[in-house]
């Protein structure tokens, strides 16, 4: 009962809580991203989606494991991809990239939304030592820095990610068909780049970049987003 006790005294409670809450913003993200996917290929006519459940805000049903461990620990990741059937849209390769940008889009506008609140709350935040603002501040700016960075490596012209499915639909049929069928094989190098860090320069300009221009679009201050992001671990 000592040492049960000992260990619950001697845990970095403050560094659970951080990772709980990263957890959190981490599922925010991908879940309005896949939902905005089926959402908008259900209104261009497109029903695999919402009848596989996946028109939902249950985190669980868009969950992929290491996508999701990657947002948390890396900073970039995915969702287990919507279910999308292009045989029902007018113009299959237009309505693949409008439905593939609509998931980055979604990350995009929930960035700017999140700051807006995370400028209130830091303005209600100064006078005050209340820890549900700090919990909630660091929340919002976890939620706006992987909403971007979510976005923005979703936006990268490489199969499977969104921003191929943009760009291929310039190609003639038969090229875009068969990078189609061998988007599987494409993710497994995909993954390779994230987990060796093969994108983290480039990515991380870009995502600080989009950062600062919302800053200054919401007038949260640049230094508060990234103390705000890290402020639980400080703490602890």
């Known amino acids: 009962m000592h040492r049960v006790m000992d260990y619950m ?13 990263s957890a959190a913003a981490a599922l925010v993200c991908i879940t309005f991203h896949e939902l905005s996917h089926g959402y908008v290929a259900y209104r261009l006519g497109d029903p695999t989606a919402k009848r596989m459940g996946r028109l939902t805000l249950n985190p669980i049903k868009h969950l992929d494991v290491i996508g999701f461990l990657m947002m948390i620990f890396v900073g970039v990741g995915w969702a287990k991809p919507v279910p999308v059937d292009m045989r029902y849209f007018k113009n299959p390769k237009r309505g693949m990239a409008i439905t593939a940008l609509a998931g980055p889009i979604s990350n995009f506008l929930m960035a700017i939304v999140t700051m807006l609140i995370c400028s209130l709350v830091y303005h209600l935040l100064l006078p005050t030592d209340s820890m549900v603002l700090l919990v909630a501040f660091y929340f919002l ?70 950062l600062q221009f919302l800053c200054r679009v919401t007038g949260l201050p640049w230094e508060a987003l990234v103390v705000g992001s890290q402020i639980l671990d400080f703490l602890g």
């Open 9 to 21: 005294a001697n845990m970095n409670w403050m560094g659970l809580l951080s990772l709980l809450v």
């Open 141 to 210: 700016c976890n939620v706006a820095i992987l909403s971007v960075g979510l976005g923005l490596f979703n936006l990268i012209p490489i199969s499977p990610l969104d921003g191929s499915k943009v760009l291929f639909s310039f190609l003639p049929d038969r090229a875009y068909y068969t990078i189609l069928r061998y988007e599987r094989y494409i993710m497994i190098a995909v993954i390779a780049l994230v987990f060796f860090n093969v994108l983290d320069g480039p990515l991380s300009f870009c995502i600080n970049g989009v």
